[in-house]
């Protein structure tokens, strides 16, 4: 439970609860296909990156067993992708304190700053945070079900590819920024079926959302499409659990640059440097940051995705070609002890 909270609270983060990411990935129509498909791809993404961990004993491990020289690049383009995260995140924390507490713009963000400089250390304190908060954020968002959905996939063959691209990107993206987080804990062991629930209920929150945002036309193209469907005290609450869901994916973005810094002489002067960075990236706003970079990330996180199954062969070698493999090889042996040739075995 703990391990699919904390994913579940990577995903569901800013752009998530918002609708921002859904509607830059998902299709207006014909919604519901494109989200079954995608719970497949976080399942088999995020037990893939699980079982990457507990083989190659945690995210850097991995790192080195699989990309060889080209580790360091890749560490390099996640931890770029993470700072980007937190920008966002921040960017969502200002909209929506702005927007739905009629609060300074920039007020959420740099208490968000500060709670990561003297909190945000480890994945103790991450595991809690999304503990406490997730539930709370599942609840509020199944409280808004009630819309029908639209399944089925609808539209030209075009479409269907722009569709396609956009949810691997989006899946990819996420389970990339998650790599660190699921590989480490692959490493402690257990916890595996946290991958499957995660999927599944980042699958039906987003359905509940979409079709929310589907019942109202013009909302698509608003900052926060979900936080314009409210009004009164529900859209009070509807800010208080955004900037919950924005903490939880905050906190795991920050997690591998919060490993960065430790590893650095004047780790105080480099978390310092890394939010205040991170704090004026968010100026440029959640909508364009989503628009324009997420697709970026997602491209990076497929190539990462593809290297990982191919290098590691957990998809290929078990138990399809493994155990036959080893018995062509036993009998060699075998034959070898006799004094034989292989082609008399």
């Not at 609270?9 to 990411?21: D, H, I, K, N, P």
């Not at 207006?28 to 037990?47: K, P, T």
């Not at 804990?185 to 980042?202: H, R």
Request: proline share 3%.
């Amino acid at each position: 439970m703990r391990l699919a909270a904390a994913l579940t609270g990577t995903v569901v983060g800013a752009g998530f609860l918002s609708g921002t990411e859904l509607v830059r990935f998902f299709p207006e129509r014909g919604y519901l296909s494109w989200l079954a498909l995608s719970v497949f791809l976080y399942a088999g993404c995020f037990a893939l990156l699980f079982l990457c961990g507990k083989k190659y004993d945690g995210y850097q491990g991995m790192l080195r067993a699989l990309f060889g020289r080209a580790a360091p690049l890749f560490g390099g383009v996640m931890t770029v992708s993470s700072f980007i995260m937190c920008a966002s995140m921040l960017a969502g924390l200002a909209a929506a304190g702005e927007e739905g507490l009629s609060l300074p713009a920039r007020l959420l963000p740099l208490a968000a700053c500060f709670l990561l400089f003297f909190f945000g250390r480890g994945n103790k304190g991450l595991f809690a945070v999304n503990l406490a908060l997730v539930p709370l954020i599942l609840a509020f968002i199944f409280s808004m079900a009630g819309q029908p959905w639209e399944a089925g996939m609808q539209g030209a063959e075009s479409d269907a590819f722009s569709c396609l691209s956009g949810v691997l990107a989006y899946v990819c993206m996420n389970c990339f920024l998650a790599a660190p987080l699921i590989c480490d804990a692959g490493a402690t062991g257990g916890g595996g079926a946290g991958c499957a629930i995660a999927a599944l209920v980042t699958g039906v929150c987003a359905a509940i959302l979409l079709a929310k945002i589907s019942s109202e036309e013009g909302v698509r193209e608003m900052q926060m499409p979900v936080l314009a469907l409210l009004a009164g005290g529900a859209r009070a609450l509807f800010s208080c659990v955004c900037a919950a869901g924005i903490l939880t994916t905050l906190f795991s973005s920050w997690y591998p640059l919060d490993i960065l810094c430790a590893k650095k002489r004047r780790a105080v002067f480099w978390r310092a440097a890394l939010l205040a960075g991170a704090f004026l990236l968010s100026l440029f706003g959640l909508k364009h940051i989503v628009r324009f970079v997420y697709p970026l990330i997602g491209g990076a996180g497929a190539i990462f995705l593809a290297v990982c199954t191919a290098q590691s062969r957990l998809l290929f070698d078990k138990p399809l070609f493994g155990k036959g493999d080893q018995r062509v090889h036993a009998r060699g042996k075998h034959a070898q002890d006799h004094r034989r040739r292989h082609h008399e075995v």
